[in-house]
């Protein structure tokens, strides 16, 4: 990584910092985005040439984790940064192998993209906070409502079935609310226990309806 990209980087950690210790002080609805960037000690042209509104600060945050900038949501919504990496572990399976297997890359590429380490207390903060923020947990939803369709390509790939089918389209909301429900359930136990362990309990409790 270059010098201009390593500036990049920390100026959006900087951001995505100052965003979370304000909405944590101060109330989501009470922080500006002038607040955020004179806390980050940037300019609000600055901040908004990383960031088109202060929401995207917190979602994008989590959904970029893989890429060691920010941390990530739902499926499509909760953990974006592991999509390139699921998507390298679908693509090394064969030809024809089951949607449990390719369910089981997913998770795989998700848990060793980085989206799931770091900073425990940051990612638990995040986290909460788009649950109990009505604004943020909407526009969460939206998201990972849009990640399904990614989501069912994934889940086909290996199998060869079709994405837009029926069958892909129905395993892959159940698999977003799984993901989603793990991740709740994390929250909720303030990040125990190990998050790796509950995607392997998740894909276990699901496995025998996707090997039907």
């Given at each position: 990584?270059?010098?201009?990209?390593?500036?990049?980087?920390?100026?959006?950690?900087?951001?995505?910092?100052?965003?979370?210790?304000?909405?944590?002080?101060?109330?989501?609805?009470?922080?500006?985005?002038?607040?955020?960037?004179?806390?980050?000690?940037?300019?609000?042209?600055?901040?908004?040439?990383?960031?088109?509104?202060?929401?995207?600060?917190?979602?994008?945050?989590?959904?970029?984790?893989?890429?060691?900038?920010?941390?990530?949501?739902?499926?499509?919504?909760?953990?974006?940064?592991?999509?390139?990496?699921?998507?390298?572990?679908?693509?090394?399976?064969?030809?024809?192998?089951?949607?449990?297997?390719?369910?089981?890359?997913?998770?795989?590429?998700?848990?060793?993209?980085?989206?799931?380490?770091?900073?425990?207390?940051?990612?638990l903060?995040?986290?909460?906070?788009?649950?109990?923020?009505?604004?943020?947990?909407?526009?969460?939803?939206?998201?990972?409502?849009?990640?399904?369709?990614?989501?069912?390509?994934?889940?086909?790939?290996?199998?060869?079935?079709d994405?837009?089918?029926?069958?892909?389209?129905?395993?892959?909301?159940?698999?977003?609310?799984?993901?989603?429900?793990?991740?709740?359930?994390?929250?909720?136990?303030?990040?125990?226990?190990?998050?790796?362990?509950?995607?392997?309990r998740?894909?276990?409790?699901?496995?025998?309806?996707?090997?039907?």
């Open positions: 990584m270059g010098l201009r990209e390593m500036k990049k980087v920390k100026v959006k950690q900087a951001i995505q910092r100052e965003t979370l210790r304000l909405f944590t002080e101060r109330g989501y609805r009470e922080t500006t985005v002038e607040q955020i960037a004179a806390a980050a000690e940037i300019s609000t042209t600055t901040f908004y040439r990383y960031y088109p509104s202060k929401e995207e600060v917190i979602l994008s945050g989590i959904h970029e984790r893989g890429q060691g900038e920010g941390l990530g949501e739902g499926l499509g919504g909760g953990l974006g940064g592991g999509r390139e990496r699921s998507l390298h572990f679908v693509s090394e399976l064969p030809a024809g192998v089951s949607v449990v297997e390719g369910l089981r890359a997913v998770l795989r590429g998700i848990q060793r993209s980085g989206a799931l380490e770091g900073d425990r207390g940051a990612l903060a995040r986290l909460r906070m788009i649950n109990d923020t009505p604004e943020l947990r909407a526009l969460n939803a939206q998201r990972t409502q849009e990640g399904l369709r990614e989501l069912a390509g994934l889940l086909a790939g290996p199998s060869g079935a994405p837009d089918g029926y069958e892909m389209r129905v395993l892959a909301a159940a698999v977003g609310g799984a993901v989603t429900e793990t991740l709740r359930y994390w929250v909720e136990r303030d990040g125990e226990p190990d998050i790796g362990d509950l995607f392997d998740t894909l276990e409790l699901m496995a025998p309806s996707l090997e039907r």
